[in-house]
């Protein structure tokens, strides 16, 4: 299903491209490298971005690209790691927000479709309908009491938003799914519009229970005969 290209036009200007260098000896960089590549979207016109949170673990230096060719620094304002979600901080590049929606409203088989960067200033979209609103546990970071999945697939860089077929952003695309076909999963838009107001006042959801992680790696041995 092809991306409608007048709604395309009207959200680009609050997507974004997001270069980010890493710290010298973080922790993430083995798995995730010292510089990657990432998308966003703008949720408050006072310079917030929405993104995924791995883009930004360990961030050293985050640097923005907008649709008009200009770039800008930014840093990171809260974090939360059990949705996946990081939003950043922009001062004085004159965003432009986008529209918010809801993924409550969605329901299966409803078109979506998604943006993200593949440069400084360019963008690709997709669309597809949606699979599945439910539940979705990773091996790591993800817990979330309702993902989106749908069949709009991920058309550039992480983190870029995902709109219902009003031009309202419903969620953050995050992750390519494994399966027959192409399906990637977003994070709906409520993880952070239920905790805005927490996110930014304390860069954090801190009045949620904590969970207790245990981290394993299991590897096979073959057993000698006697």
Request: with cysteine; net charge negative; charged share 20%.
């Amino acid at each position: 299903m092809d991306a409608p290209l007048d709604l395309i036009q009207d959200v680009l200007p609050g997507t974004v491209a997001l270069a980010v260098r890493v710290r010298e000896g973080h922790r993430s960089v083995p798995i995730l490298g010292e510089e990657r590549m990432g998308s966003g979207g703008v949720v408050d016109p006072r310079g917030y971005i929405l993104t995924v949170n791995y883009l930004v673990l360990g961030a050293g230096e985050i640097t923005v690209g907008l649709t008009d060719g200009r770039t800008a620094a930014a840093g990171v304002a809260a974090q939360d790691y059990d949705s996946g979600l990081a939003l950043l901080r922009v001062e004085g590049a004159g965003l432009s927000a986008l529209r918010m929606g809801s993924s409550v409203d969605l329901t299966l088989g409803d078109p979506v479709f998604a943006v993200g960067s593949t440069g400084r200033a360019e963008r690709r979209g997709s669309g597809g309908l949606v699979t599945y609103l439910g539940e979705f546990d990773a091996e790591w970071e993800y817990m979330l009491d309702r993902a989106i999945v749908s069949t709009a697939e991920n058309p550039g860089y992480g983190g870029g938003p995902l709109f219902d077929n009003r031009g309202l952003m419903v969620g953050i695309v995050s992750l390519t799914l494994e399966g027959i076909g192409q399906a990637s999963l977003a994070i709906p838009v409520e993880a952070y519009r239920l905790h805005r107001l927490e996110l930014l006042e304390h860069g954090g959801i801190v009045s949620r229970p904590h969970r207790a992680w245990l981290g394993c790696y299991v590897q096979s041995q073959r057993r000698l005969a006697a």
